[in-house]
Every structure is written in structure tokens, then in C-alpha cells.
């Protein structure tokens, strides 16, 4: 499909249908409920306006199903679009029912029983209303040049509406239109206003006295109308005015930088209109919020009113009230601390709630980090507020789009100057060696991308930290106390608990790849792509690391190494037995029982289970292992979907297969929180612009080398906590 600069606007439309409104009786004395389509699936329509141009539009089947499930709470029920003189924007009714089938979009609004909608009733009974909706165009199909068809005999440029967000509908008059034959109108503003505007009065005859004025009082008495740069903006609540304000932002600046020098003079006019309304909104949303906190200020106090100095409020405020990725403006505008971490850590769950997160993503690690209250400036609550702002920064569009040209490009030239400053807030906010900061809703150190617990299974099973900043975590191990009996004025003995403080030392960790620029420049989705394959590697290093690693200088203490937990041999030499796993089972302390599972390859339990044949445990053959049984206590079922005595099994890859061999750890059984990893927040990316073929001299090769490196670690916590099974 071909595009064009010629394409016709995609913001604020408006669609007119006659008829298209009908009334569904209730309960006799009731009101009745308003029922209808306000759009219709692949009618092509002929789009005839000096805003619009002339071309055929249809909306495709699916177009409304995305802002009907996110947004049908916001979209209101207006007459005449809220601007009618009499009724204002007051809504029609609640929306019962709003979904999309295979003939359109349909609606079910029960009318609320108020004076102004029983005006409206005759009207709407006798037929003489047609159905309009306010939406933006998200996603289209646009063929300026089509072949003619029957059902565009003209040839006319083409328009399929693929994706459209609705803001509000409802009945509508416009006279102007009376005499029109049936079908759907573009329909603007300017001509809602002409339709709706009162008459004017009669200028007197010569000589005549000019008619009296209808008001009590006189007109210097009288209120007069707020000047147009101050006129409140449609809109009911303030949450709608913020949704609006966000879309007006993002249409001020696409049609701002969509001409390289002067505008046409209808878009210039409808730039200002919505600089004006963009300001408007501003004003709006900080008079209420102020309003809201004066509330809040004088609401606490119930005494009986004393002559108090008034101190103003604190009101957190941005530059854009709505730009919650401003944490320039939060850091400088806060008075307390504690202020401070409660405006990063909520505009951080706005971003998570707000973020078009992957499929098959969990947030519940981040969300819970995020979720600690720690406000004050001791290193705990410094490190929290570092995590906030990573997510802020790396979370904000104008940085993921940074960051999708910077993996394109290799560079920064093609950045836009919102993109750059959000880049350079990033960088300077979030890294220190350089490179650029991968976006949170990718980043595998700050959320789980896919479901890899297949590759490695001790991030689903262990316990997980997350530090924000410095190179170490440090934890606290508390031993049991033993308690006994006395006699009589008998002096009692000291019982423990032995108290521990282990240091975790994070590591970095890296990996390098070659992509071709082909690649980079024709998938608009390589950022996601490249982002979860750099996240498997990561997850098939560590399951190695943290199976075997040795401990020595930078490399993690795996749970299969030797004094890694307490060792418990087979009986018998170069040999395993079923009920080694019982005796394994029986020398771990019941107080680590209670959460425990077991940790093998794949090979191993087909081996164990090959030997179950004396139905020792369930008392029949073959039942030491059972498949989908249910776990007292919601105790996480592993990644294998079987169960050993009871207990979860996860299979680990790298963990040593042979029953056989002499020392060889084979299985590990325990609570999993006694294997602890430690993350320190982020992953970084970095750009080669051109790899060179290596000769002397040196080509380019037509590839970009993609450096991506993060920082972490993991070891045992408690060696008691867990049994390892070596062969003796």
C-alpha cells in the first residue's frame, strides 16, 4: 500500500450518520434506553470536506476493539459533542453496553432522568437525531492512488481505518443537513457551532429604540463571559482532561515537525487552536489540583476556627503535569525527601501500568522492588530511588525511540531534539561506563521477558534480590535457639542464635554480537528481538554459573558444587538408589522441609524413576514419582510438572547426568531460599558502528556489533538449608 504527504488528517474527526439513533422502551414511567451503532464495518463512505479532503474512508472490522478495552470507561455520552448551549457537556447516561460485532460498533446507554434529557426525548422518539463519535485515527491503510471500482467509480484516494481512538458519541441535529440523503458526514467543529448557534437578533429600523435588555439589573452588573484563552475546555473529569492533554501533546508535536518551513494556513490555524487548548488544559488541571490540596489542607483540621497564618501547600508539579517521565521537574520541585521517593515511586507505577509491556512479561520482581517504602536518604533509600528513576528514564517514549535508532543507526545523528534530551538525561541518570541504558520493559535484570524457566530455573525457585546501585549486598543469616527445661532458681545457659551477615559482591557479565544492517533497518521490531535474545543468552549463562560455578574470583557459587550445601552420600558405593532420596529427605531439618524441592537433570529423574518399583511410598509400584498432583500449601510445582515424595522437581540442564560416577553431585534437595541471587538493576547496550573484517587492511563488512553487559551474582545462604546427593 503506498502513502502519501497528501494523507488526510488523523486527529479529532468527527462522523455523522442518519439515522442511526434509536430508543429501546424500559418499565412504563421509565426512561428509555438509547440503543444504535455509532460506526458500521467496511461501508466505504465518501469523505467530502475543505478540513479533510475528498477520499473514501471504512472503518475495518477490529478498529475499535483496542480503545474499547482500555479506554471505555473514559468515553462520555454527549449531546452535540458537549457543546450544545442549553445541556453544555452534561452526559446522557452510563454506558450498560459498548462492544464491537460483526456489523459495527454498538451501543446501550440508558438515558438518566434529568430535565435536560427529558427535553430531548421527542426528538429522539420522533427519529430526528443522527449518531456522531469523536475519534483519532491510531493505525490506517492509505492508497492515494487506487485502481476504479464500483465502489469508487472515481478513483478517489482510499482511507481503511485499522485502529481509531473514541473519545465520546451521541446524538446530534446539524439543520444544515436536513435535506441530505442517509449516510455518514465529516463533520468539523466549526460546522457543530454553525448548526447549534442561536439566531441572530434583528437590527432596530432606523430611528428605532434599541429593544430593552431582557436582564434583571443592569449590564455593568451583569457577569460577563470569560475571555477565550481562559475558557474551560471540555471535558468532565480531570482524568479526562489528562488523557487529553497527553493526546493534544502528541498532536501539537507530529504536526509540528511534519513541515520543514511554514504551514499551510487551515493546519496553522487548527496548530494554534490546539497550542491553545494544550494551555488551557495546563490551567485546568493545575487550578484543580491546587483546589484539591487546599481541600486536603483545611479538611484535616476540625477545631474551631483560629486566626492562622495560611502556609501554602505542598503541590508536586511538573512543567506538564501529565509528563510523568519529568523527574527533572520532580527532583527540583519537591521539598522533602520523602516527598521526592513518593513522586518517583507513583509516576513509576504509572509508567508500569501505562507501558506497552511484551507478551508472556512479568513484572511482579520490579513491581515488588519498587514497592518498598524507603524514603529516607540512608543508602537504602538512595539505591530505591536510583531503581525509580531508571524506570522513568529508560521508560519514557521519547528514550525508546532513542534507543531503537541507536541500535539502527549506530548513532545518535538522527535523533530528534526531544529524543536527545531524553538520551542524555538517560546516559548521565542511569550509567556511568557509557553506552546507552536498555528500556525497562526489555531490560531482563528488571523484568522477566518470556517464560525461560525451562532454561533456568533458579530465578522461578530461589530467592531473587535486586540492588539499584554500589557492588555489594549484604544479608543476615539467623541460626535456631534451643530451648530446654529447668528446676527450680536452676541458671539458665545461653541458646544462640548464632547470627551470620554474608556479603554478596555483584559481577559483570557480558555478550557481543554481530548484526547485519539490513537487519537493523528493515525490522522495526529489533529492539524487542535483539533485547530477548541477549536476555536468553543471559538466562543460559547463569543456569550454568549457578549450577557449577566454582566461586573463584568473578564467577557465582553453584548449588551443585561441593560445599556449596551439607553432602549426604548414596549407601552404596558407585551406585544411587531410590531411597537415597528418602534418606535424603530424612537428614533435611524440618524446618527447611516446609518449602523444599528437588533439583536434578532431566536424565536423572528418567533414571530415578526408572528404579521406582517397590511402591515404597504410595505403597504401589512406580509411585515415588506422581505427575499433577496437588501441593499442600501452594508450593510452586516446578518446571517438570512431577513431583518426588511429595516434593516439586526442577530440571536443571547443566546439573551432572551419570548415577555412577564417583563424588558426582547429582541431585540437590532443600528450600530453594537458601540459594540466594542478587542483581544489580539494569543492562546496558552499546553500538560498534562498523565491524571490520579483521585483514590488514581492514574492510568494513556491512554489520553492527552490539555489546550488551549487566552486573550480578549468586551462592548459597544458609549451607544447612539445602542436602546435596553425591555418589559415594
Known amino acids: 500500500m503506498t502513502t502519501s504527504n497528501d494523507q488526510p488528517p488523523r486527529d479529532n474527526l468527527i462522523r455523522a450518520s442518519y439515522p442511526a439513533v434509536e430508543l429501546r422502551a424500559e418499565e412504563e414511567g421509565g426512561m428509555p434506553t438509547l440503543v444504535g451503532y455509532f460506526a458500521r464495518f467496511n461501508e466505504w463512505t465518501k469523505i467530502d470536506s475543505t478540513f479533510e479532503g ?15 478495552r482500555e479506554n471505555a470507561d473514559r468515553i462520555r455520552v454527549l449531546f452535540q459533542h458537549g457543546r450544545d448551549p442549553q445541556v453544555g457537556d452534561k452526559p446522557l447516561g452510563p454506558i450498560a453496553a459498548i462492544r464491537e460485532d460483526d456489523d459495527g460498533a454498538y451501543y446501550e446507554v ?104 431582557s436582564d434583571e439589573g443592569s449590564r455593568e452588573t451583569s457577569i460577563p463571559a470569560p475571555p477565550e484563552e ?25 504536526t509540528g515537525t511534519a513541515y520543514p518551513g511554514e504551514m499551510p ?115 537504602s533509600g538512595r539505591l530505591h530511588q536510583e531503581a525509580t528513576r531508571r524506570v522513568l528514564l529508560t521508560g519514557n517514549p521519547q528514550y525508546r525511540r532513542a534507543f531503537a535508532k541507536y541500535l539502527r543507526d549506530g548513532n545518535d545523528r538522527g535523533f530528534t531534539p526531544e529524543e536527545s534530551r531524553a538520551a542524555a538525561l538517560a546516559v548521565t541518570g542511569t550509567t556511568t561506563t557509557g553506552g546507552y541504558a536498555v528500556p525497562y520493559i526489555f531490560d531482563p535484570t528488571m523484568i522477566r521477558i518470556g517464560a525461560h524457566t525451562a532454561i533456568n530455573p533458579y530465578r522461578a525457585a530461589c530467592r531473587v534480590e535486586t540492588i539499584s546501585g554500589g557492588n555489594n549486598w549484604k544479608a543476615v543469616t539467623v541460626g535456631a535457639i534451643t530451648a530446654k527445661w529447668d528446676t527450680e532458681a536452676a541458671a539458665s545457659v545461653e ?38 535474545i541477549f536476555g536468553e543468552a543471559k538466562d543460559n549463562l547463569e543456569e550454568n554459573s549457578f549450577t557449577l560455578g566454582t566461586g573463584a574470583t568473578v564467577y557465582p557459587f553453584g548449588m551443585f558444587r561441593t560445599l556449596a550445601f551439607t553432602n549426604l552420600d548414596t549407601a552404596t558405593n558407585d551406585t544411587t538408589a531410590i531411597t537415597d532420596m528418602t534418606r535424603l529427605e530424612a537428614d533435611l531439618p524440618l524446618r527447611h522441609r516446609m518449602n523444599a524441592a528437588y533439583f536434578m537433570s532431566r536424565s536423572t529423574q528418567r533414571q530415578l524413576e526408572a528404579l521406582d518399583t517397590t511402591g515404597y511410598y504410595f505403597k504401589r509400584p512406580g509411585q515415588y514419582f506422581a ?78 556489533g552490539v555489546y550488551c553487559y549487566w552486573r550480578g551474582t549468586a551462592r548459597p545462604l544458609n549451607v544447612d538449608g539445602m542436602r546435596s546427593l553425591s555418589v559415594q
Do not use: C
Open 54 to 68: 475528498t477520499f473514501l474512508e471504512r472503518m475495518a472490522p477490529g478498529a475499535f476493539a483496542k480503545t474499547l
Open 110 to 213: 440508558p438515558l438518566l432522568d434529568t430535565s435536560y434529557n427529558r427535553d430531548l426525548l421527542p426528538g429522539l422518539q420522533a427519529g430526528l437525531y443522527g449518531a456522531s463519535f469523536r475519534f483519532s485515527v491510531v493505525k490506517e491503510d492509505f492508497d492515494p492512488k487506487p485502481k476504479r471500482s464500483t465502489h469508487n467509480p472515481e478513483g478517489l484516494p482510499e482511507r481503511t481505518v485499522r485502529e481509531a481512538r473514541v473519545m465520546e458519541f451521541g446524538p446530534v441535529t446539524f439543520p444544515a443537513y436536513a435535506g441530505a440523503t442517509a449516510g455518514v458526514r465529516s463533520v468539523t467543529f466549526d460546522d457543530l457551532d454553525a448548526a447549534i448557534a442561536p439566531p441572530e437578533p434583528a437590527l432596530p429600523a432606523d430611528g428605532a429604540e434599541p429593544p430593552a435588555h
Open 230 to 254: 481562559t475558557r474551560a475546555v471540555e471535558y468532565t473529569t480531570r482524568d479526562e482532561k489528562a488523557s487529553r492533554l497527553a493526546e493534544v501533546k502528541e498532536i501539537i508535536v507530529r
Open 265 to 379: 494556513i487551515d493546519v496553522r490555524a487548527e496548530w494554534e487552536e490546539l497550542n491553545r487548548e494544550h494551555d488551557q488544559l495546563v490551567r485546568d488541571i493545575r487550578a484543580w489540583d491546587e483546589r484539591m490540596a487546599r481541600i486536603a489542607d483545611i479538611g484535616t483540621n476540625q477545631e474551631p476556627a483560629v486566626e492562622h497564618p495560611y502556609a501554602v501547600p505542598t503541590v508536586i508539579r511538573t512543567k506538564n503535569p501529565e509528563d510523568i517521565y519529568d523527574v527533572r521537574s520532580i527532583e527540583t520541585s519537591t521539598r522533602t525527601p520523602e516527598d521526592r521517593a513518593q513522586a518517583l515511586r507513583d509516576n513509576a507505577f504509572r509508567s508500569i501500568d501505562s507501558s506497552p509491556i511484551p507478551k508472556g512479561t512479568s513484572v511482579d520482581g520490579l513491581a515488588s522492588f519498587l514497592d518498598r517504602e524507603q524514603y529516607d536518604e540512608d543508602e
Open 495 to 532: 541458646g544462640g542464635p548464632t547470627f551470620g551477615q554474608p556479603d554478596f559482591t555483584v559481577q559483570r557479565a557480558d555478550a557481543f554480537a554481530t548484526v547485519s544492517i539490513e537487519t537493523l533497518q528493515d525490522r522495526p521490531d529489533a529492539t524487542a528481538e535483539l533485547t530477548a
Open 627 to 704: 505427575a499433577g498432583m496437588p501441593i499442600p500449601g501452594n508450593v510452586p510445582t516446578g518446571n517438570t510438572g512431577t513431583q518426588l515424595l511429595g516434593y516439586p522437581i526442577w530440571e536443571v540442564p547443566s546439573a551432572v547426568s551419570t548415577l555412577t560416577t564417583d563424588g558426582a553431585i547429582i541431585v540437590v534437595f532443600g528450600d530453594p531460599r537458601s540459594f540466594v541471587i542478587v542483581d544489580r538493576i539494569g543492562m546496558n547496550v552499546e553500538v560498534v558502528p562498523l565491524m571490520l573484517n579483521g585483514a590488514t587492511p581492514s574492510f568494513p563488512t556491512g554489520q553492527r
